[in-house]
């Protein structure tokens, strides 16, 4: 293991026995010392009540669960990834657009 400063890793997988289920893995690693998260427990709370974090990653740690959440099979919903290639044929077709009217010598319209 390589020593590291409180690198919290919130791991994924599919359950080994082939069950519809995604298994979590929380793993914290300070220095050369790695904790693990034993369980999670539910508390009753009030409506309207304000829900407190039970964890806080930071950017890097969270791309290392999307990185595990993909590689168990895990992906957006079809309306998130429908989204996202909208935006994404939107520039496409901008930038061609961009281009087309540039070799034609003309003002792109807004």
């Given at each position: 293991m390589i020593p590291c400063d409180n690198l919290t890793r919130l791991y994924c997988r599919r359950d080994p026995f082939g069950r519809p289920k995604y298994e979590f893995k929380i793993l914290q690693m300070s220095g050369r010392h790695e904790m693990t998260v034993d369980k999670v427990e539910f508390k009753e709370t009030t409506a309207g009540a304000s829900i407190p974090s039970f964890l806080t990653l930071s950017a890097h740690e969270v791309?290392?669960?999307?990185?595990?959440?993909?590689?168990?099979?895990?992906?957006?919903?079809?309306?998130?990834?429908?989204?996202?290639?909208?935006?994404?044929?939107?520039?496409?077709?901008?930038?061609?657009?961009?281009?087309?009217?540039?070799?034609?010598?003309?003002?792109?319209?807004?």
């Open positions: 791309q290392i669960l999307m990185d595990s959440l993909w590689e168990a099979g895990a992906r957006p919903s079809t309306a998130v990834a429908d989204i996202a290639h909208e935006k994404a044929t939107e520039k496409h077709l901008n930038d061609m657009r961009a281009i087309a009217f540039h070799g034609l010598k003309m003002e792109v319209p807004k």
